[in-house]
């Protein structure tokens, strides 16, 4: 799930969002769409784990230099999956070369196709 990166957001909310939006990572970017990082629901109990309030704005817990996809890459899908098998990741951003969002490559959706 994109999401608009605030100051403000909190673990609690952060959860919520995962919770409702149906994905186990947000992504976050600016204003210009610029990736900021990724925040997991595992980053998230991470912290509540070690004792950390659900209030605790996420600024602390974002992943600032996540796993992404270059949009000229030729083979998108194939790196998804790699990135899926030897990283454990679901949702992966696809950036220009400006660090700008373009598309957000969902695992789940690659391995339903491969089942159709």
Aim: proline share 3%; aromatic share 6%.
């Amino acid at each position: 799930m994109l999401v608009l990166f605030s100051k403000g957001l909190t673990l609690e909310d952060a959860a919520r969002l995962i919770l409702y939006g149906h994905e186990r990572t947000l992504i976050l970017h600016d204003e210009s769409s610029k990736l900021i990082g990724v925040l997991s629901q595992g980053d998230i109990l991470r912290a509540i784990w070690t004792g950390i309030s659900t209030k605790t704005p996420i600024n602390d817990h974002v992943n600032l230099n996540p796993l992404y996809i270059d949009s000229t890459a030729s083979n998108k899908e194939g790196i998804a999956l790699k990135l899926f098998a030897e990283e454990g990741v679901l949702v992966i951003p696809e950036l220009d070369e400006g660090r700008k969002i373009v598309n957000v490559i969902r695992v789940r959706e690659l391995i339903g196709r491969e089942f159709d």
